[in-house]
Structure formats: structure tokens, C-alpha cells
């Protein structure tokens, strides 16, 4: 079946975004489930191939045999423009179906500024926007995620918000909803709001707040969130969908632990995902392997919202290390504090490429880092900074907020203070050994004060504050040589309003969409002066929600219970006014890290703090899975937990183990780009071959350096959305091919490749063989035009013009610059109504009542022409299906000879 988008989605930027057909991606029977859920994640493809919730959820969804899962993300603003121009739906990745043909669509709401990206999904889909307008027949609109803790501003288009944990609620929703279907909506929403952590809004009315004149919803018993005790119970997936474009973090990211102990005053996150809960390292670590061979990623994350507070990660990095250098995988590990991680674990990081140094200070000031209980010192800053480049690594990135309370000048300047700080120690390190100075990156936004944080009743910084405080950070940097990066503050402002709003803002966000709101969260795209008329058109003053709050308030979020005490919040706050530390829970008074040794926190079990704020974790159960973890762990090895300082603050690195890979062995390969992965630029390709010869088990051979990379040699690169028959590839390998030859391989490879990449032939070379790239000089295309463009009297004189002119000049756009083109000078023989053109077609699964014709370009070392500036040299402006049906070598092309690999 043709993809609805087939005809047009090339027109648009990364069109593989829109038509699935991932390595990994999991398509079911329709008919075969009870309960079909689309996920929905209200931005683009790239950013939403990363997210680890949405990851969950798909397995566990569609490791049910009751329930399915299929993907969508919010179109870019080009195709939204197309997908109503043409009065088309967005659909699902995996089989295109329509939202509205969904019987549950759930969102993910990471952020307040995708917000009216949820509207447009809506719209799109073919789904009522306002809840009250859905029938019997519309799918059943869910959201969950960190923002669904303050759900009022998306109250009136949502129909149930799910509090917490969503791995067991996700699918006894979609059950609960399908299984009452012959009731009216409402009762069947009523049914659902028995689901802990399910919150209706249309069942609950409201009232006004004295204090504040806050919209705030009455309920009888607040909405307790859902929890899962053990993330054991859900193991988390070795086997998602591998991107075809690029995503925005493109590696296996493993979630490792939930929840946090650090207690920062600004964090939701560390708030609501109380209590830590983490996961069996020997899991993690076979799941680490297991993802990786699945989805042939060469870059692992170990995550959650502080790594270096997992009970054993010195241990745990070291393991994945070892089970990752001979794979020639990077580690990263991600949230890290400015502390925590021994000189041990990170020389184990670095002998598997380690990927990247991010840390997150917030505050430049010791005071200021008090206020937001940031448990961490200078004199730690600049151990981890001494600590890195003493190392190879050559950058360092430092998170920092503006526009925390109590802030002063001082203490803002002092951020960028910081950074210089830690680049002197990094200057000093690499200049006494002769290497480049380092680069340190700061990056500033701005605090937004969340709900269920103690800031939640702070005021935010007004605009022209803000810029204030960035002009301040620019005058500091100057001379400095910091790489000082700030967030633009309008953004921040929208995010604050969303944050703290109340139903009133459904409106508003509404006329807002209709006015052209998308992408509120993209810089580029942020229309301010839509959401400005928005809120005079219903006469709403934004900044009453970004003021101080009274702390007897009722707030817009208050019949939400995250499970904690309201008086824990308010003591933080009065502790923060006052500058004043609250230490980690979980952790040994005056600590700063989790023992790592065994006899130390039996020892220390009695001095475990507690600061009750309402989750009532279990401390001695936490000290006894970090026992039972650290056992596990060293049981075959009783060196991995270093609990001393023994290596030399300067001394110099070890570089990452040579892998002796053995002369390479050159084998050429040709395989087919149709279907969805026509779509798939030529950078995407690059990176897509060398994931299916990891999945396919073929030890690849790589570059030398500290980045190396597959040694591959690609044929000349296909435009966006033509097909073609044979595409080559020069791989080189670290293995002999089997005794029946490198065809056997094949199978192998077929399996791991996307959609429509399918090898079709191997062969090995022989030392002295040409690199393909040194023999492809021709290219020859099939090209298909419906009948219903143009007649064949004009085709026929429209080539007939082309071969007889001197010059065919088309203007290509690189990067916006225009570059003219002579298509004429490239172009061999055109031949209208070609046998070889016909049977192309047909092979590449073309169907119609279409015009082949076929086309030789010429591939010279100055250039070449695209096919499509041929077709539009010699047709105009017609639509065509273009496939590249060859590669050949012109001293063969002239006698019509076999390809390259015949």
C-alpha cells in the first residue's frame, strides 16, 4: 500500500521523519488487540526518538497481546503547511493510520512550551480539540509525563491526565476504556478516574482562591499519584525503534535509576520521582550489551536525574566498560554533579571513548548554591575540572541559572567566574604538556519556579530583569575566554506563565493556536506576539502568575499529591530565604557521595538522615540493596570499588586500549534504497550501514584515533526521496568471509537494515581493486511521469529540445545560496519510453499510468547534475518518481555493459 504522504513528502524538510520503517519499529495486527494506543509526542521526530519514557511504554504496550502501540510525532511547521493544504491527517509511523482511528492517543508532556503542539497533533489527527466535543466514537486523549503534575492549562483538551509512574497505568487505561465502550463517555471517564493516579478535570468543578484569584479545582480527596516500587518489574528496553534521521541524542540511552535525594529546591523532577528507586546493576549491565547488538548504536548513556548517586556507580561503569571497549561502544554518562566520580571511574569511562563532560553547578556563589541546596563546593569544582583535563578530554560544559530568589549582581557575575576559574586548571594541565588549551562551556538559563518544588511560590524575574542579569554575564566573559551560552528569556517567560497557570489559560492557549502558535519551545518559531493578543483577547494578565505567592494559598495544583507533605515544601522555602543547606537524604550527615564501601556504610547505618518530606522512604532498605549491589558486583572481581584517591592529581592518563584489529579485509556490497528509506539523506545512511553490520554481527574495522569511525566508502550520494536499485558500499572488515562466500552474510544484514535497505549482492576485493569511488562515472535513472503532466507529443519534444541545446541551466540552492548548474553538460542520453526505464519502475514498486523514461548523467570529478534538475532542465515543473537503476563505469556504459559488481 502507498504511504498517503508519498507523493509529496519529499517536498519537505527530513521527510523520513514521517514514514517509519525504523530497524526495531514494531507493526501488529490491527485486528488482533483489544486496545490500539497512539503515543504522541508533541514535538518533532529528532527530539522524540530520545525520549526514554516514550521508550517504555511502546515495549510494554506492545508486549502485550491485549494492546498495540504506534508512533506519532508533531509535524514540522512545512509539513503541517502540506498535510492542510492537501486536507490530509497526521498518521501513525508504523501504519500510517490516522489519530482519530486510534481508540486511545496518549501525550507526553515534557515541557509547558509543547503545548500548542498538542493542539495541532490534535487538529491534524482528525481529533476534537475541546474534550467536551468528543463523542462515543473519538479516541479517549490522555497525557502523562513530569508537566501532568500541573495539568489546568491543558484541562480543557485532555480528557485524563496520569499522575506518576505510567508503566502499569498506560495499559490498564487503554484495557479499562475499551472495555466500556458501550457506555457514554462520561460514565466511562468516571470508570477511569478509579485507576490510581488517573485524573479527569471534566469530573471536578471549581472555585475561586481569595488570596490570589486563582482558578483552583475542589476536590474531596486529591489525586495520589501512581508508583511503581521496583523498576525491575519493567526492564527497560533493549530493542526500540532505531532513528532514521538523526535524532537529537542519537545513542542507547539506559535509565539506570527514578527519583532523586539531592533535594535542589528548583528541581520538579528530584520532587515528584520521589523515592529513588533503582535498578539491579547486572541487569543494567546486560541490558547496556544486549542494546547495543540489538540496535548497533556505538554510543551508550547510563541516566537518571543523578548518575553519580546510583549506589554503585564507580562499579557499574567499570563493568559496562569492560563489557563495551572490545565493541569499540562510547559510554556517556549523563546528569552528573560537579563531585562524585573517582579518578578509577574516570579512567573507566574513558577507555570506552568516553563521549562528553556535562556538569551542572546552577549557581556561581557558594551563598546562591545554598539557597537552591546545591551540594557542592568550589574547591569541588575545581578537583572535577583538575580531574578532567588531566585526562584527554578537552572540553567541559557548566550549567548555570539566572534568576533564582535572593539573587544579587555578585552572585550572578559569579557564574561566569566560575567557568574561568576551571579553565585556568584546564590551561594550566594541557599547557604543561604541550596540548591545546581546553574549551569551557557555560550555559545560562533562566530559573522558571515550578509547582511541588519550594520555589513554587517565588516570584520569577520580569524580562527586562533578565536582560539585566545577561548583560552582566557578557561584561564578565569578556577577555575571559569562556564560551558563554545564554537561553533567550521570552521563553522562559511563556514556560513560567504555563507553569504556574490555571484553566483561564485554556483559552488562550487555544486562540493562540489559531493564530498561528507552534513550536513555542524552538527560538525560530516563537511567535510572542501571538500568545501577547492572545491574553488581551481574553483579558488575562499573565503576570499575575509569575508574582509571589501567599504560602496559604490554594494553588492551581494543589489537588495534585506527588506524596509530598505541603509543610516539607514550605520549610525548604523559609530555609532558602535564609540561606540556609538542607544535605542529601540517604546520605551520611555531612557527606557529599554514597558510600561505596561496604564496611564503611555499615558502619555509618545509624547516621542516615531523613527529612521527612512525605515519602517515608525506608532507609535501611536503601543501605541493604546498596549492600546487596556492591556484593553482587564484586564478587568475581574484588578490586572494581575504589574507595581511595591513590592516583596523582596531574598525573597523565592512560590512553584507550589499542584493539588490535589485524589487517582489513575489503568487501564491496550493493543494496537497494526504496520504500521509506528513500527518504533517508545520504548522511543518514552513512550512519544507518554501519548499525546493520553491528546488528548483523560483522566486526567492522575502524579508523585509527580517538574518535574512530567504520571504514566504509560509499558510491556517489542520492538525492532525498529518489529510490534506487543498487547502491555500493566499501566496507572494510576484521574477518575472513565464510566458506561459502561473503553472499552469506546477506541474511543477516537484510534483518538488521531499515525498511527497504535490502543488500543484494557481496563479493570480496582483492588488495590492488579500485575503491569504488574511483570507478563510478555514470549514473543512470528511471524516471516516471503520470500521463495526466504531459502528453507524449510534448515529452518526446521537450527531449528532442534538451539534446540538441547547448546549455541547460538550473539554479541549485545549497545552504540558501543559489549555484547555476548546466544539467546539459552532464547529461548522456535521455530515451522516452526505454524498456530499461520501464522495467526500473516496476521493480521499484511504481505503479500508475506513467511516462518512462530513461536518463545517463555523467558523475565527473568537477561535478554533476541531480536527476531532479534534469527532469526540471527538460520537463519544467511536472511531477516525477525518479530511481537510480545503475552505477556503472563509462568505458562499459557505451556498450550498455553489466554494473560495477557484475
Known sequence: MQHPYADFVQLVAKPARYVGGEHGARVKDWDGVKARVCLAFPDVYDIGMSHLGFKILYKILNDDPRTLAERAFCP????????????LPLVSLETARALREFDVVGFSLQFELTYSNVLAMLDLGGVPLRARDRTRDDPLVIAGGPTATHPEPLSAFVDAFVIGDGERAATDIALAWVSSRDLPRAERLAKLAEIRGVYVPSLHSTSIDADTG?????????IERALIDSLDEFPFPDDSPVGGPEAIFDRMSIEIARGCTEGCRFCQAGMIYRPVRERDPEKIVETVVSAVKKSGYDEVSLTSLSTADYSCIAPLIQRV?????????????????????????????????ASGITFAPEAGSQRMRDVVNKNVTEAQLMQTAERIFSREWTSMKLYFMI???????????????????AREVGFRIKRDRGAAPPTVTVSVSTHVPKPHTPFQWCAMDRADVVREKQAWLEQEARGTRVDLRMHDSDGSWLEGVFARGDRTLCDVLETAYRNGARFDSWDDELKIDVWERAFEAHAIDPAKFLGTIPVSARLPWSHIDVGLEEGFLVAEYRKALKSRLSPPCGKVAGMFVHHTNLEDAQRDERKLVCYDCGVACDLSAMREERETYLVKLRADKPRVVETKEATPKRARRAPPPRIVQGEPRRYRFTFTKLGPSAYLSHLDVIRALPRAFRRAGLPLFYTSGFHPKADMTFSPALSLGVM????????????????????????????????????????ALAQGDASISKLIDVARYAVAIPKSAIDERDARDAIDRALAAESLVVTRSIEGIGKKVDVRKYTREIAFGDARARDAIARAGIVGDLHAIFVEIAITPSGSAKISEAVEAVFGDVPAKCVRSELVQSARAASAEASVLA
Open 321 to 353: 566498560a569492560e563489557r563495551l571497549a572490545p565493541e569499540r561502544v562510547s559510554l556517556g554518562v549523563s546528569s552528573l554533579r560537579a563531585y562524585g566520580l573517582g579518578e578509577q571511574t574516570l579512567d573507566d569511562m574513558s577507555r570506552v571513548r
Open 214 to 222: 486563582f482558578v483552583v479545582v475542589d476536590v474531596e480527596k486529591p
Open 76 to 87: 514540522w511547521v512545512d509539513m503541517q503547511r502540506e498535510l492542510r493544504a492537501r486536507n
Open 403 to 421: 534568576g533564582l530568589p535572593t539573587e544579587t549582581e555578585d552572585d550572578v557575575r559569579e557564574i561566569v567566574r566560575v567557568g574561568r576559574r
Open 724 to 763: 534506487s536499485l543498487g547502491e555500493i558500499v566499501d566496507v572494510k572488515l576484521c574477518c575472513d568471509a565464510p566458506a561459502e562466500g561473503p553472499r552469506a552474510w546477506l541474511d543477516a544484514l537484510i534483518e538488521g537494515a531499515p525498511d527497504g535497505l535490502r543488500f543484494l549482492d557481496a563479493r
